[in-house]
């Protein structure tokens, strides 16, 4: 009976795995056939002093603008936290104790929830405004991190990943939206890239913290708990941002 079963998983993950070569191979197309490079430019020896300096213009420029200030830094905290739940779910549940045939289901299950629930959060939106959706979202999250923490059952983490995936797409997409209402639109490029890059930098320090949290107090519990931290002072922060109603930037 375990052979058979330990077969069966060999075999789902190799499916898996030719699954994904498959869907990288079909969407990578469009990419080869339609879209055409530039000729490369002679190499530059001071691009390095160049890109540092650059980015550091770039934030002395956002800085100029506190709302958009005030945005950045809820967005670079609570993205941490949703980077977080996404990269340690299955560590998590390994820890204490399912099994990994159930949580790479379950992270199936994210993602078939994700798509349409974007969908819904695009409307919540559409009538409540991106920064109102994005704190409803964040409620969702700060539920769920109390829940994993309690939790026992295996179907708790099948809802926990229902749950996730209500939200996961909603909360970055109306980010955006949010955003895209409080910088200037002539600049719009330049103020896109901070706000790319420090969504790179969140996929850092969460995961440092759940494991700083867990090696100093040898429970795992109390590391995902951590990730509270993260989404309750991005909501926070949050809270001070504000549209001006005439369009004018503050």
């Known amino acids: 009976m375990s052979q058979n079963l330990s077969r069966g ?16 191979a079909l969407f990578s197309v469009p990419v080869i056939l339609f879209v055409h490079e530039r000729e490369p430019r002679p190499a530059n020896p001071h691009v390095l002093h160049s890109a540092l300096r650059e980015i550091r213009d770039n934030f002395r420029e956002v800085g100029r603008y506190r709302m958009v200030a005030l945005f950045l830094l809820a967005y670079w905290l609570y993205i941490n936290g949703v980077d977080t739940i996404v990269r340690m779910a299955v560590d998590y549940g390994l820890a204490i104790g399912f099994g990994s045939s159930d949580l790479l289901t379950a992270l199936l299950v994210t993602q078939f929830v994700g798509f349409p629930a974007a969908l819904v959060f695009g409307q919540v939106g559409d009538r409540y405004g991106p920064k109102k959706g994005i704190m409803i979202a964040l409620v969702v999250y700060i539920i769920i991190v109390f829940w994993a923490w ?8 099948y809802a926990l990943a229902v749950g996730i995936g209500l939200v996961q797409g909603g909360i970055q997409s109306l980010s955006r939206s949010l ?7 002539d600049r719009a490029g330049m103020f896109f890239g901070v706000y790319n890059m420090l969504g790179k930098f969140a996929a850092v ?7 700083a949290v867990t090696v100093i107090s040898g ?32």
């Open 150 to 157: 309690r939790m026992e059952a295996m179907w708790e983490f």
């Open 9 to 24: 998983r060999r075999h789902a993950w190799r499916v898996s795995f030719f699954m994904v070569g498959i869907w990288w």
């Open 179 to 185: 955003y895209a209402r409080l910088i200037p639109t």
């Open 219 to 250: 429970d795992s519990r109390l590391g995902i708990l951590s990730v509270l931290l993260l989404f309750v002072a991005g909501f926070a922060v949050l809270q001070r941002v504000t549209v001006a109603s005439n369009g004018e930037l503050k």
């Open 205 to 211: 320090i969460g995961p440092l913290l759940v494991g």
